[in-house]
């Protein structure tokens, strides 16, 4: 039974990836990062050392904090937090009570470099339909809830990519990108090592509206007309992603919770 101050491994993995979900922080020690390089879906990185620096990143927010085995680490620094005026957990078991959960964890070996604010910094095309759309989703919900996105003209994302650091994703000859029938959606999850029935089932339906392959899942038309539709609603790319980050919380949490579920109004009338 966790204490008052501390989150269940269960309960902590039925909010990863929702919107508004506590911040997760990793305040694992170096070595112990580095014998296992691997996140937790979500979580950022921090120097427990350097907690009253970095407090106050998270005013106004709830905070989840993790260490190696939940110990000293976490509680010192989500009691620094509260101290602060934050409200802060630790997670029970620390990293490898998630790890013995059998819980996902995000494959860091491709995670691009950050920048001087740690954010990971990505760039593609203009105008996004699907999986412009979707990849931006997938980072900021599962990898690096800061990351930043570019949207620029297509002939100048290699360029915006080499002058500003930057990762290009979905467009031609970079690593982020289609793989022969799977779109780039579906190499994010296969490189991040984001394995999880729902999001594989996401992925037919990402997959099905981006490709034009409408009958890989029911519901890639559907996401396919709203994606049009907010392209055409948005002229600010940014400003379009922002608003059809919904469209993609409602479709995961249908994806991990709803899937058996019908509705049946008006109810059938028998036949007289």
Known sequence: MPSPNEISVSTCARLVGLPGSPALVDVRTDEDYNADPRLIPGSIRRDFKLVASWAHEFTGRSVIVACQKGLKLSHGSAAWLRHEGIIAETLEGGFEAWCSAGQPLVKTDKLPSRDDKGRTVWVTRSRPKVDRIACPWLIRRFVDPGAVFLFVAPSEVPAVADRFAATPFDIDDVFWSHRGERCTFDTMLDEFALDTKPLRQLADIVRGAD??????????????????????????????????????????????????????????????
């Open 211 to 272: 490709t034009a392959r409408l009958d890989l899942a029911p519901q890639s038309a559907g996401l396919l007309a709203v994606s049009l539709g907010y392209s055409r609603m948005y002229r600010d790319d940014l400003e379009q992603l922002s608003a059809a980050m919904t469209v993609y919380d409602g479709l995961y949490r249908w994806c991990r919770d709803a899937t058996e579920e019908a509705h049946n109004w008006p109810s059938p009338k028998p036949v007289i």
